[in-house]
């Protein structure tokens, strides 16, 4: 797989028939290696080892409903509340970053109302905090570090 803008992390692979897979944290098992999850899984050590957020309010790969349409969300960062704190859309490295991209981590944000949101394709971050009363983003630098 492609380096990616992120530090290095020890990923631990397998393979079997053929295919690679990335052992993510999250979901406790293997899953297939593609360019997305190369970036998802990058993204998931960042929160968890940069930015301090525990596993235990990681969540990764749900389903959710926007609009009567099931989508599946790459990572969600819970508040201790239940509340969602951050939205993360992760694309492969190739694919680029656009208005397109925004627009559907926007959608998603109508049903899970998360404050912050953060969009990557492993090689440009965008990072984002809601505006709920203007309804807009204000773009950011980073994400904040976690806070007890």
Known sequence: ???????????????SENKVSIFDEIRKKFVVLQPEEWVRQHCVQQLMIEKKYPKSLINVEK????NGLKKRYDIVVFNTDGSIHLIVECKAPQISINQT???????????????????????????????????????????PDYNL
């Open 63 to 66: 389903e959710l409903t926007v």
């Open 101 to 143: 991209t925004f627009d559907q981590i926007a959608r998603y944000n109508l049903s899970l109302n998360a404050t912050y949101l953060m969009v990557t394709n492993g090689i440009n971050h965008y990072y984002c905090q809601m505006d709920f009363e203007r309804e807009a983003f204000l773009f950011l630098k980073d994400i």
């Open 1 to 15: 797989m492609q380096p990616l803008n992120f530090p290095k992390y020890p990923f631990r692979f397998k393979n």
